[in-house]
């Protein structure tokens, strides 16, 4: 059976507003990444990218030897790199949870300002409260949240081993309190029978995908394979043919046998779909119809911050340094250490070791 929390988020999350960009020339993105790659290496600096950022920054991430991955993958790189500066292209509780594991590292931002409505929705001063009022469960926080909630929290879980690490805590008897997005908690709740209580948080992007509008497409392409995060609404993700993290999505756009996928998630991660499966042809879910907004069009304004121009000029300073006070990092590393241990777990049963 599964519960919520019976009061709204804090605040209705509003992603800012951002303006159209003018490409940049070739000529100036080549001086820009010439310059970056040079103070890397000055600099002592790997840089990781998310699958959302722009296809530049992850371009970059690659021929530097860094990474481009989902959340988890993120943070293990990060950990067991040599570089004694983390340059984190994502959003800020990325760059939190690096610092985390890594206090002896210096780590960057492109920008500061580059938030997540997971986080921004769930507040540590209304969260800790919350889980203060229900002792008896477990806490288990998706990494998209703050330090500070991170160090509430029994369990750091991402999207990619979520449904075995509920699984895993039903079997022990386990009730649960789930934060923060409400979509994925509502999925894990289906596909495993757990007892959570659920944050009522969203994503601005995967919150605006539309079944009404998504049936329709699939009308017109037949047949597409529909591919969905599960942050997306449950009408949605009852039209996919596959649901996963994005890790899992890039996996998936790979072996289908369809050559035209929909996908639910942000189209940042076309980048590495379509190296991949370069022959396939990808259609971004639609976030028009019924009741839409069109916040977000599939694309988060928070990861649009990260831009080329910004990482060098960090590079160049060294501001937007990540700072997490050490009591609370401590906390929040019991939690997030707790989910790295888990995922080398399953790795290790996966590997038949």
Not at 75 to 86: C, E, Q, S, V
Not at 174 to 193: C, F, M, S, V
Not at 322 to 332: F, G, L, N, P, Q
Request: net charge neutral.
């Amino acid at each position: 059976m599964t519960s919520r929390l019976n009061i709204p988020a804090p605040a209705v999350i509003k992603p800012p507003k951002t303006s159209a960009v003018a490409p940049l020339a070739e000529a100036e993105r080549a001086r820009l990444n010439a310059r970056i790659k040079h103070l890397l290496k000055e600099r002592d600096a790997v840089l990781v990218a998310h699958y959302y950022v722009d296809e530049d920054l992850q371009r970059l991430a690659e021929d530097t030897g860094g990474c481009v991955a989902d959340s988890l993958e993120m943070a293990r790189f990060g950990h067991a790199h040599r570089a004694r500066t983390l340059v984190v292209a994502g959003v800020r509780f990325m760059g939190e949870t690096a610092k985390i594991l890594n206090p002896e590292k210096r780590v960057l931002m492109p920008t500061l300002q580059a938030e997540c409505s997971l986080d921004l929705g769930c507040p540590a001063s209304q969260f800790i409260p919350f889980c203060d009022a229900h002792p008896e469960r477990q806490v288990v926080v998706y990494s998209n949240t703050s330090a500070e909630v991170k160090a509430r929290a029994d369990w750091v879980v991402t999207s990619s081993i979520a449904v075995k690490l509920i699984e895993h805590l039903k079997a022990r008897g386990e009730k649960i309190l789930w934060a923060p997005d409400k979509h994925l908690g509502n999925y894990i709740q289906r596909i495993t029978g757990a007892d959570m209580l659920l944050w009522n948080a969203t994503c601005v992007v995967h919150d605006e995908f539309k079944a009404q509008a998504l049936t329709a497409l699939k009308r017109q392409h037949p047949d597409a394979a529909v591919i969905a995060h599960p942050e997306s609404p449950a009408a949605v993700l009852e039209l996919a043919d596959v649901i996963g993290s994005t890790s899992q999505l890039i996996q998936a756009a790979k072996n289908l046998p369809q050559q035209k996928i929909i996908v639910a998630t942000d189209r940042g991660i076309f980048y590495k779909m379509k190296q991949a499966a370069p022959q396939k042809i990808f259609m971004v879910a639609p976030t028009a119809g019924e009741g839409a907004s069109c916040e977000s069009c599939a694309h988060c304004p928070w990861m649009e911050m990260n831009a080329l121009e910004n990482l060098a000029q960090v590079l160049e300073t060294g501001a937007n340094e990540i700072h997490v006070e050490e009591s609370t990092r401590i906390k929040a590393l019991r939690a997030t250490q707790r989910m790295l241990d888990f995922a080398a777990s399953i790795a290790q049963v996966n590997r038949g070791d």
